[in-house]
């Protein structure tokens, strides 16, 4: 990569209070508080329609906000049109001008601000996002990264305060897509500015974000570092929105110390209390939950050799899938259901095959409780489009 | 094109089933002419065949009683000129009068049904093309009685005192409307203005609606993303509209006749006149002749100075 003499320009943070967009008797977004910080990476994850677009289009003022207030580094533009707003989008098909060439698309937002001398800053962006050879070619004669790429940087080179990217990596394919998130998370170290991006992809999300907000129906689901959301989900849509996650039914049978003790079938599971975000009293109901990497697979003859302690479930193995780095094994418990469990293939035991007895087992401390009264499947299904 | 070259028709060269499979790309390729041979057969018969026609009629020399004569007499086409080149020019002016009211009016109804009108598209085009549905020279005769002395426009227009700026334009004459330059080219625009009204549409409709958000987004006032983005981007509308308005209209009769009076005549009237009532017949089909190149190069000036050549 060139050296850019972009100058660091700090980004601004994002404040969204009480926002909401309804659409005749359809609400769009339901009233939310949302705070970007200023050079923080964020992003907005969830499935088609739940709202996140929305919201990137209320921030950039491309939609009015039927309630609610948008501030830009403190200054309320709830009311400014998008041409007075210090942000700027890159665009899902990247919407760029077919009639100008690369250069002027770059070039355009400078010289809508009445800025004469454009050319150098212009061949710096150009050779930041490494298209500086293809200026005076037309959009249409580019590949798709590489109109994905003059997009971010027709976008960038106004410095905004806050770089909107609404699905900007959806037209790629797979590998293409993977290059571009390290290219965007390197320029957004580089030049420092807040970026909100949106994306129905959460290994995307999880890569690049630091901030992550699963949103869900209009709503806000959660909102964290991707680790702090993969390992502590707080409802069963982000348990199985983002990544895979084992959910068993239980009820609480011991309460009150640092450990709850469950009762899921006939097999008793112990939850860290302070991992479960239910309330869980005595004889509640609580969803267990545990990551599939989370759990081992012993075979019924080892069963001795489990760690004490574990949380353990006595199961048969439905399928086994290979994948390389990993097995997927999907292992029926009598009475639970089909759990997932995905296993290192470090030394793989020749007897767990379909139709085996084993013991799947796990550390306590990786278990997280939610609060029953969800929708189990929530998040689920959705999840075959985000992979 | 090389009708002779067809080959027979493939029934006569059926042949065992092998050759079946090799057959069929030559069949394949053939399919385009056989498409293209009615529309050839027919330019061939009503455009080619009276252009030679006309062509060898402009260079010829005699009278009605003894029969005309191809005498390689070019002086007609000077004559012409010389004689005819105010009606030319007019013709000229009117029409590019025309074409631009036509632009003017249109661009902004192009651009209200392709950005702004929702359910009432299809309404609005209906309305566009309503005109279509009686004959042209109804149409005209209609704006003659609407253009009438003492009719309700030239009542309006005199209490305003429109007439007398008009007049003092030279484009009325005291308190008429209608026998005047501004009827005229009023009737042209009015006949013309679907033919700019619909390639502005079809270029319009054709724009992304996000290249407006982007541009907006990217510092650029309503105004400013017109300039930049939206006009730019329906020039190949404006280009096909003006010539579709200014072609005809260059070389229209009916509107002068019926609007105009003997000095608001135009080139296609001193045609007809010359074909149907002078019998003039040369001097006719050279007259056409130079309306043909006068507009041919017009055109080709247009299309290359407007740099659309990859666009229309």
Redesign the interface.
């Known amino acids: 990569m060139t050296k850019t003499a972009t100058p660091q320009s700090s980004g601004g943070d994002v404040r969204l209070q009480g926002i909401s967009k309804t659409y005749g008797s359809f609400t769009a977004v339901h009233p939310l508080d949302l705070t970007v910080p200023a050079g923080s990476f964020f992003a907005l994850l969830g499935a088609s329609g739940c709202g996140k677009t929305t919201t990137l289009r209320m921030i950039?003022?491309?939609e009015e906000p039927t309630t609610g207030t948008v501030e830009l580094s403190g200054q309320d533009v709830t009311v400014l049109?998008?041409?007075?707003r210090q942000?700027?989008?890159v665009?899902q098909?990247y919407?760029?001008?077919?009639?100008l060439d690369i250069y002027e698309n770059v070039a355009?937002?400078l010289r809508?601000?009445g800025i004469k001398s454009v050319k150098k800053q212009v061949e710096e962006m150009l050779d930041l996002v490494q298209l500086g050879p293809m200026a005076r070619r037309k959009p249409q004669q580019l590949s798709g990264g590489q109109q994905q790429r003059v997009a971010v940087a027709?976008?960038l080179i106004?410095h905004p305060q806050v770089l909107l990217l609404d699905e900007p990596l959806g037209a790629l394919d797979l590998k293409l897509r993977r290059q571009m998130q390290l290219e965007l998370k390197r320029i957004q170290t580089e030049v420092g500015i807040t970026f909100v991006h949106v994306t129905h992809d959460q290994e995307e999300a999880m890569t690049m974000a630091d901030t992550v907000a699963v949103m869900n129906g209009g709503r806000v689901e959660q909102l964290g570092a991707p680790a702090d959301l993969y390992e502590n989900p707080a409802t069963t849509f982000v348990a199985n929105f983002l990544g895979t996650s084992n959910l068993i039914e239980a009820e609480v049978v011991e309460a009150g110390g640092e450990e709850l003790l469950l009762k899921a079938g006939d097999a008793k599971l112990r939850l860290p209390a302070g991992r479960c975000s239910a309330s869980a009293r005595t004889g509640e109901k609580v969803l267990a939950g545990v990551r599939p990497e989370k759990v081992a697979l012993k075979h019924t003859d080892d069963a001795g050799a489990i760690t004490e302690g574990h949380n353990r479930l006595p199961g048969r193995i439905k399928d086994a899938s290979f994948i390389g780095v990993s097995t997927q094994y999907v292992i029926e418990v009598p009475g639970l259901g089909e759990l997932a469990v995905y296993e290192q293939n470090i030394e793989r035991d020749g007897r767990l095959v379909p139709g085996a007895e084993i013991v799947l087992h796990w550390n306590p401390a990786h278990t997280f409780g939610l609060d029953a009264a969800q929708d189990i499947q929530a998040g689920a299904d959705l999840d075959e489009e985000a992979a | 094109m090389s009708i002779t070259e067809t080959p027979a028709p493939p029934d006569e060269q059926a042949e065992p089933a092998p050759l079946e499979v090799r057959k069929t790309p030559t069949r394949k390729r053939l399919v385009p002419y056989w498409l293209l041979l009615p529309g050839i057969l027919w330019l061939i018969v009503f455009f080619a065949a009276p252009l030679v026609y006309q062509a060898s009629t402009s260079i010829q020399t005699g009278s009605l009683e003894e029969g005309f004569k191809v005498t390689w007499h070019f002086a007609t086409y000077w004559d012409a000129i010389g004689e005819y080149w105010p009606q030319f020019l007019r013709s000229v002016l009117f029409a590019a009068t025309a074409t631009l009211l036509c632009l003017l009016l249109g661009y902004p109804l192009a651009y209200l049904i392709a950005f702004k009108a929702g359910r009432w598209r299809n309404i609005v085009m209906i309305l566009v093309i309503a005109p279509f549905f009686t004959s042209f020279l109804i149409r005209t005769l209609a704006w003659k009685t609407i253009l009438a002395d003492g009719g309700p426009v030239v009542g309006v227009l005199n209490s305003l005192h429109i007439l007398d700026v008009t007049s003092w334009l030279g484009i009325t004459e005291g308190q008429r409307v209608l026998a005047t330059p501004l009827a005229v080219v009023c009737g042209l625009t009015y006949n013309f203005l679907p033919f700019m009204v619909l390639p502005l549409y079809t270029s319009l409709e054709r724009i992304?609606p996000?290249?407006h958000?982007?541009?907006?987004?990217?510092?650029?006032?309503p105004a400013?993303t017109f300039r930049?983005?939206t006009f730019?981007?329906s020039m190949p509308g404006v280009v096909a509209g003006t010539l579709l308005t200014f072609i005809p209209a260059a070389g229209d009769y009916i509107n002068a006749e019926l609007l105009g009076s003997t000095d608001q005549k135009m080139i296609g009237n001193v045609i007809q006149s010359q074909f149907l009532r002078v019998l003039d017949y040369p001097t006719a089909a050279a007259l056409s002749f130079i309306l043909m190149a006068a507009i041919l190069a017009m055109v080709t000036i247009y299309i290359r100075k407007s740099g659309t050549e990859d666009l229309v």
């Open positions: 950039a003022g491309l049109p998008p041409y007075k942000v700027n989008t665009f098909n919407a760029l001008f077919p009639h355009f937002g809508r601000r027709r976008a106004n | 992304d996000r290249l958000e982007a541009a907006g987004d990217l510092y650029a006032r400013t930049r983005v730019p981007l």
